[in-house]
Nanobody, 123 residues
């Protein structure tokens, strides 16, 4: 499974961006998918995840109420709508496809990773 992420960019504090991730194989629609991020000098951290059927969305506490994860196109595409962005959201965002079908927040639950897309929030 190859994952192609897009939608990153530069935005001012309080602005919005939507990230998209498309899987190369239809079979990925049976897997949970997620977004992680990594800021300079920090470890990769969980952002949001969604189960194979679009249910059970999970969010990191730091993004709850601001970010929304959804699936479309028979599950092959996952979007991350990010509102009210803050400078601390600045990071490279990675999409991932899970080993299983149910959303989880741990790195170990994901077998396939995209190349990352940069999100920069200016203060």
């Amino acid at each position: 499974v190859q994952l192609q992420a897009s939608g990153g960019g530069l935005v001012e504090t309080g602005g919005s961006l939507t990230l998209s991730c498309t899987a190369s194989r239809r079979t990925a629609s049976n897997n949970a998918m997620a977004w992680f991020r990594q800021a300079p000098g920090k470890e990769r951290e969980f952002v949001a995840a969604i189960s194979w059927n679009g249910g059970n969305p999970l969010y990191a506490d730091s993004v709850k109420g601001r970010f929304s994860i959804t699936r479309q196109y028979a599950g092959a595409t996952v979007n991350l709508k990010m509102n009210d962005l803050k400078p601390e959201d600045t990071a490279v965002y990675y999409c991932a496809a899970g080993r299983g079908s149910i959303a989880t927040s741990g790195n170990a639950g994901y077998a396939y990773w995209g190349q990352g897309t940069q999100v920069t929030v200016s203060s």
